[in-house]
T-cell receptor, first 111, second 112 residues
Framework: SQQGEEDPQALSIQEGENATMNCSYK?????LQWYRQNSGRGLVHLIL?????REKHSGRLRVTLDTSKKSSSLLITASRAADTASYFC???????????FGQGTRLTINP | KAGVTQTPRYLIKTRGQQVTLSCSPI?????VSWYQQTPGQGLQFLFE???????NKGNFPGRFSGRQFSNSRSEMNVSTLELGDSALYLC???????????FGPGTRLTVL
């Protein structure tokens, strides 16, 4: 079973708007990562946040982590059509290369 | 640097057959992980290899196996294929000491 639950399952917004996706997990983690997948292709690593970090930025991406609530959020600002993809959170709770993925959020950016 | 490569990209097999998928990691990466992605179960971890040794294993039956060679290339094998094995199989490599995984494009396996 999946460790992570993502919310919403699908999100459709207009180009230029901000998109926020949420992820919740069940057990203590070493780090949490976000990945993007375009239409059934391989995943692309976006950002990693460690369990002792609360917020991290990378370009138009902002990730927060609340370990007390076992949740994380990914914010994409000023969305573009090219951001249309599925976004997955993945937790690494054993300190090993064994990521546990959520079901993903399917993001559609409308021009 | 070249990315993670997987061959073949597409494969069609029939029930009962076996299949071998190949993964070449990014140069210098010694850890290779395999994942199965299906619409129903999502992304699930199969196993991880490091220096030719299986370090971690997911909850898959023994029909799923893998190995890693001295050049870090990895193969996974599925024997006695079932319809439910139809999926996108992804491999990912990781640099030692890091946690970010770099994924290949996947092998789309269809079992008829």
């Amino acid at each position: 079973s999946q460790q992570g639950e993502e919310d919403p399952q699908a999100l459709s917004i207009q180009e230029g708007e901000n998109a926020t996706m949420n992820c919740s997990y069940k057990t203590s983690i070493n780090n949490l990562q976000w990945y993007r997948q375009n239409s059934g292709r391989g995943l692309v690593h976006l950002i990693l946040i460690r369990s002792n970090e609360r917020e991290k930025h990378s370009g138009r991406l902002r990730v927060t982590l609340d370990t007390s609530k076992k949740s994380s959020s990914l914010l994409i600002t000023a969305s573009r059509a090219a951001d249309t993809a599925s976004y997955f959170c993945a937790t690494d709770f054993q300190g090993a290369q064994k990521l546990v993925f959520g079901q993903g959020t399917r993001l559609t950016i409308n021009p | 640097k070249a990315g993670v490569t997987q061959t073949p990209r597409y494969l069609i097999k029939t029930r009962g057959q076996q299949v071998t998928l190949s993964c070449s990691p990014i140069s210098g990466h010694r850890s290779v992980s395999w994942y199965q992605q299906t619409p129903g179960q999502g992304l699930q971890f199969l196993f991880e290899y490091f220096s030719e040794t299986q370090r971690n294993k997911g909850n898959f039956p023994g029909r799923f196996s893998g190995r890693q060679f001295s050049n870090s290339r990895s193969e996974m094998n599925v024997s006695t294929l079932e319809l439910g094995d139809s999926a996108l199989y992804l491999c990912a490599s990781t640099r030692t000491g890091r946690n970010e995984q770099f994924f290949g494009p996947g092998t789309r396996l269809t079992v008829l």
